[in-house]
T-cell receptor, first 113, second 114 residues
Framework: DAKTTQPNSMESNEEEPVHLPCNHS???????IHWYRQLPSQGPEYVIHGLTSNVNNRMASLAIAEDRKSSTLILHRATLRDAAVYYCILSRGSGGSNYKLTFGKGTLLTVNP | DVKVTQSSRYLVKRTGEKVFLECVQD?????MFWYRQDPGLGLRLIYFSYDVKMKEKGDIPEGYSVSREKKERFSLILESASTNQTSMYLCASSLWRREKNIQYFGAGTRLSVL
């Protein structure tokens, strides 16, 4: 399975934008890029996903590099409630085990008031 | 909104006991999952079910079994609990589509085996 690499931790100030990077240099052409986050004492929750084009939703934006070897999750205005572990995950679009989401260690985001 | 409900948030059991962790989803999802989460190890898949009575082993199935008699309910069974099964257990469900593989998680059950 293709792997992702994320920084262990990042820090941000409230109401400032946050850019969370993810490297996935061995991504295959059919892999989707998913982002989940896990708030303290809760299960992970879906944030956003994309294939090739940048994506926006009410929670965040996803910027995907042209070669797809990296992506960035953008929180436009961080709030204290965005403090969480953020996971970047590749989801196989075809082939066996395509239901699997392999969670790495993610990035622990701290938001300072 | 999709809701995945785990029967207990906290559970304390003794070594050797048989333990049942229950999970119910209300969105008619075909797929259901059991993970465990340990510090430094992230989430690891224990078992997966893609239909009623169907199951597949995940990455760490040893010491666990599962049951799916109804589409909405997926149970994780520890036949004889051991202390190394103390962990956070997370259930998830999904309606898998190639372009949209989104899993919805419950709040988790923190199990302590003494």
């Amino acid at each position: 399975d293709a792997k992702t690499t994320q920084p262990n931790s990042m820090e941000s100030n409230e109401e400032e934008p946050v850019h969370l990077p993810c490297n996935h240099s061995t991504i295959s052409g059919t892999d989707y890029i998913h982002w989940y986050r896990q708030l303290p004492s809760q299960g992970p929750e879906y944030v956003i996903h994309g294939l090739t084009s940048n994506v926006n939703n009410r929670m965040a934006s996803l910027a995907i590099a042209e070669d797809r070897k990296s992506s960035t999750l953008i929180l436009h205005r961080a709030t204290l409630r965005d403090a969480a572990v953020y996971y970047c995950i590749l989801s196989r679009g075809s082939g066996g085990s395509n239901y699997k989401l392999t969670f790495g260690k993610g990035t622990l985001l701290t938001v300072n008031p | 909104d999709v809701k995945v409900t785990q029967s207990s948030r906290y559970l304390v059991k003794r070594t050797g006991e048989k333990v049942f962790l229950e999970c119910v989803q209300d969105m008619d999802h075909e797929n259901m999952f059991w993970y465990r989460q340990d510090p430094g190890l992230g989430l690891r898949l224990i078992y997966f079910s893609y239909d009623v009575k169907m199951k597949e082993k995940g990455d760490i199935p040893e010491g666990y079994s599962v049951s799916r008699e109804k589409k909405e309910r997926f149970s994780l069974i520890l036949e004889s609990a051991s202390t190394n099964q103390t962990s956070m257990y997370l259930c998830a469900s999904s309606l898998w589509r190639r372009e949209k593989n989104i899993q919805y998680f419950g709040a988790g059950t923190r199990l302590s085996v003494l």
